[in-house]
């Protein structure tokens, strides 16, 4: 079975403060995608990044910088000097890959963690 | 960008009434899914959809709920007979080939009084 744990549940800062958002994962696949997802107050749900598991360099978006360590089955999602647009509650999911026997690439989400950027 | 489009994006229903959520897939994709989020809770599978038959469903795709592909645009999700605990945002995704990024619809708010 597959889980996603985001233990922070909600996080609050102060505008051009850096955020990390944390993600534990449990698999027993060998291949897998993590994958995380923003969902603004508007409610749709916006696609950040996927990762696959074989490859972990870290990756670099602008503001956005993810660290995938697969010793410690995390995915973890650095905001970089945060602006209220970025106050969402993210998501971070995982799936099955093909080699791994997935036949659906369902994915399976964390609870979530609500970002508020403050002023 | 071409985009999974969802209508209605609310509906309010009465209980034990039958509602259809519509979704229209990016055009070239082949696999589809309904997900769930009840308010202010994660985002849960519902069923997946590949080759015109449902490919996995979860335990809380019971028998009120059905998918169809009536034509090549629309991919539909109806419900029976509504509950109060049917309602949720209802998230239509697409997806072009495995494991390539999952596009989600806006949703469709769905309230059962």
């Known amino acids: 079975a597959q889980k996603v744990t985001q233990a922070q549940t909600e996080i609050s800062v102060v505008e051009k403060e850096d955020v990390t958002l944390d993600c534990v994962y449990e698999t027993r696949d060998t291949t897998y995608y993590l994958f995380w997802y923003k969902q603004p107050p508007s409610g749709e749900l916006v696609f950040l990044i996927r990762?696959?598991?074989?490859?972990?360099q870290n990756e670099i978006s602008g503001r956005y910088s993810w660290n995938f360590q697969k010793s410690t089955s995390s995915f973890n999602f650095t905001i970089t000097a945060s602006q209220v647009v970025d106050s969402a509650v993210y998501f971070c999911a995982l799936s099955r890959s093909k080699n791994s026997g997935g036949s659906n690439y369902k994915l399976t989400f964390g609870k979530g963690t609500l970002l508020t950027v403050n002023p | 960008e071409p985009e999974v489009t969802q209508t209605p994006s609310h509906q309010v229903t009465q209980m034990g009434q039958e509602v259809i959520l519509r979704c229209v897939p990016i055009s070239n994709h082949l696999y589809f899914y309904w997900y769930r989020q009840i308010l202010g809770q994660k985002v849960e599978f519902l069923v997946s959809?590949?080759?015109?038959?449902?490919?996995?469903k979860s335990e809380i795709f019971d028998d009120q709920f059905s998918v169809e592909r009536p034509d090549g645009s629309n991919f539909t999700l109806k419900i029976r007979s509504t509950k109060l605990e049917d309602s949720a945002m209802y998230f239509c995704a697409s997806m072009k080939l495995h494991n390539s990024p999952l596009h989600f619809g806006n949703g469709t708010r769905l309230t059962v009084t």
């Open positions: 990762r696959n598991s074989f490859d972990e």
């Open positions: 959809f590949y080759n015109n038959e449902i490919s996995e």
